[in-house]
């Protein structure tokens, strides 16, 4: 088992990260981004002699002017047959040559649950936070099993909002209108006093697409004439991350978002995405959102924890 540092070239990545159904933090263009905002990336492509067998993508930051810490988010990324033994020389050998300056710490939140996380893998280290939990949609279900999976109390709020005649709901990559909810977000963030990837991220993520690679998507909700809701979702390979989401008074009032939400369906699936990452939930913080998350049927995934 060989580990190559900051070697892997974006098309190999980005196969290995679609054949795992990796998550958007282990995405090969996230990194780009954050790179190019001035943060620094790490990547270690682990290969064997028959090709790639992990992957990690590491967002390291500086501490205090002498802690380097690093952190693989939602990650790595494993090839399928990889047996817990081998995982665990894997994060040995990850850690031991990670390139960084001491005094350095390495975080890992693996993309498993806690029943799917063997305890051998993770024998040499110890669990140093709570699992991330997110909500993750299958669109390769049919429309009607996903419409009988919506809480009932969310499929009403649908079935209004989509008769409301005066709502009309757009979905495409608008990028003028992207720029637009990303100056909603910067206000929502300074009035609710909670902080994200950095705002400049989305129009790194979307310049440093190719020209035939699907970047975004992006949901409006019009009324009488101007937008009352949007939602954007960041698309990566054949998955999609629901990153945005505004709303004021009338477009929350006529439960615009259901509605926004339920029309991208059928456009994800034209771009050939197969699921839909809806994002964290935090059922005591941010009550109202988890609910919206949760109502829609998908696979609650509680991850196992961040591990040092």
């Known amino acids: 088992m060989d580990c190559l540092w900051n070697h892997a070239a974006a098309s190999p990545w980005r196969a290995f990260h679609d054949q795992c159904a990796g ?37 390291c930051r500086r501490i205090a002017g002498y802690l380097s810490l690093a952190l693989c988010s939602r990650g790595p990324l494993w090839r399928g047959d990889l047996a817990p033994d081998q995982r665990r020389e894997a994060y040995r050998l990850i850690r031991r040559t990670l ?43 049919p429309s009607e099993a996903l419409w009988s999976g919506l809480e009932p109390k969310w ?28 100056e909603r977000e910067r206000e929502q963030r300074a009035s609710r006093r909670f902080f994200g990837l950095p705002t400049g991220f989305v129009k790194r993520w979307i310049d440093l697409a190719g020209r035939d690679e699907p970047a975004f998507l992006l949901g409006r909700a019009e009324y009488e004439g101007r937008t009352v809701a949007a939602m954007l979702f960041l698309l990566h390979g054949r998955s999609a991350t629901y990153h945005i989401g505004w709303a004021d008074s009338v477009g929350r009032e006529l439960n615009a978002h259901n509605r926004i939400l339920w029309d991208s369906i059928e456009p994800l699936r034209a771009r050939n995405i197969h699921r839909l990452d809806l994002g964290g939930v935090n059922t005591h913080g941010l009550a109202g959102i988890s609910r919206f998350k949760l109502g829609t049927g998908g696979r609650v995934l509680r991850l196992a924890g961040t591990w040092h």
């Open 99 to 141: 390139p960084i300056r001491p005094w350095r710490v390495s975080l890992y939140s693996p993309e498993q649950t806690a029943d799917e996380l063997d305890p051998v893998e993770v024998m040499d280290m110890r669990r140093v936070m709570t699992g991330y939990s997110t909500v993750m949609l299958d669109l390769d279900q």
């Open 155 to 182: 499929r009403n709020r649908l079935r209004r909002a989509q008769g409301e005649k005066g709502l009309q709901v757009f979905i495409n990559a608008n990028r003028e209108r992207c720029d637009w909810l990303i």
């Open 23 to 59: 998550s958007l933090p282990q995405s090969w263009r996230y990194g780009e981004a954050l790179a190019s905002l001035g943060t620094t990336v790490h990547r270690a492509w682990l290969l064997d002699a028959e090709g790639p067998l992990a992957a990690a993508q590491f967002v």
